[in-house]
């Protein structure tokens, strides 16, 4: 053999060898890539849990399951990568610890209302509703259109929260009382349930105001604690029996106009979220709360019928110097809140500001349509 031949038959065969080993290797490393995506594709995700603690009785119509629906929302859209479980009002903490237990983390979410928590900062009471303040519509366009949520967030920062809004009931009721209210005399002494500014308005008129967890008011009425109790409305107040222990049952709910009801949600915990989950509950917090607004407004009528039709309730109407009387002692209220400190002041003229334009425009839509609609009735 010619060492030429020799040599180039010696390279064919190494290059052969040199070939093989390139494919064995290829195909070893596709085998494993193929069992490395096997394995990750069948572990499974893990499953953030979190708990949402509520100053509503469990699963209290409209409130309670308001907040069931909030964390329904979240668990669903995550794909079941998030499990919310929500614990009434005591079965965690106590109703009106509801703010402490998620700032510190005991609780990663709660669902209240903002006005619960006004030991800490007047302040806040803004964001849940003022006496003749905003409409739900005009909260909603408050807090999601004119600056109120980023003012309500810059509130709550401090504390290691994040508010977002999470429902609404409408204009409640103006609440429910064991005697006429002929007058401004039949305020002065009156012990009634009612928080907020609304609570020191009738302060200022002459009454007690005492701020009671919803489980508590029956009882309280039924003992004579109290002598005069606003919940929400129609749908809610059927449900405690409030019709049991008041004759009178008084509109309009000038203390409540649109009380926004908050998602309060543990800032480390929403930090460590990703991205996407983030974006989550975020969406499923405004979904909750046009969604229960929508349910207030179904379920009000038919329940308030109940109440005149079945139950024999007496509804009346304020007097008209009464309520004048609360408008002026609530301005009063405001406008002292609003000079407190300057971030009280800046939270008050973004929200009466915003009142303005929204009382201006209705004076062309919601206000003259029902103006029309009502006329020849």
Known sequence: MRPNNFLGKLSTVIMLLFSMLILNACGDNSSANAQSSSSAATTPTEVIKWKMVTTWPKNFPGLGTGANNLAKKINQLSGGRME????????????????????????????????????????????????????????????????????????????????????NMGVQMGGWFNKEINNLDDLKGLKMRIPGLGGEVLKRAGGTPVNLPGGELFTAMQSGTIDAVEWVGP??????????????????????????????????????????????????????????????????????????????????????????????????????????????????????????????????????????RSADK
């Open 235 to 372: 749908f809610n107040d059927l449900t405690f029996g409030f019709y049991k222990v008041a004759k009178f049952y008084y509109y309009p709910g000038w203390h409540e106009p649109g009380t926004t009801l908050e998602a309060i949600i543990n800032k480390e915990a929403f930090e460590a979220l990703p991205a996407d989950l983030q974006v989550i509950v975020k969406s499923a917090c405004k979904l909750a709360n046009h969604e229960m607004l929508a349910e207030y407004v179904s379920r009000n009528n038919d329940a308030l019928q109940t109440l005149i039709n079945k139950h024999k309730v007496q509804v009346k109407r304020f007097p008209d110097d009464v309520l004048e009387k609360l408008r002026t002692l609530s301005d009063d209220v405001v406008k002292e809140l609003a000079n407190k400190d300057a971030f009280a002041s800046e939270v008050y003229e973004s929200f009466s500001s915003y009142r303005k334009k929204t009382e201006n425009w209705s004076e062309y839509s919601e206000r003259a349509y029902l103006n029309v």
């Open 84 to 167: 919310v479980r929500v614990y009434g009002a005591g079965e965690l903490v106590p109703a009106l610890e509801t703010f402490d237990a998620v700032s510190r983390g005991t609780a990663q979410m709660g669902h209240g209302a903002a006005y619960y928590w006004k030991g800490k900062n007047d302040v806040f009471q803004f964001f849940s509703t003022v006496p003749f303040g905003l409409t739900a519509q005009e909260m909603n366009g408050w807090l999601y259109n004119g600056g109120g949520l980023e003012l309500w967030q810059k509130a709550y920062a401090k504390y290691n929260l994040i508010p977002m809004p999470a429902g």
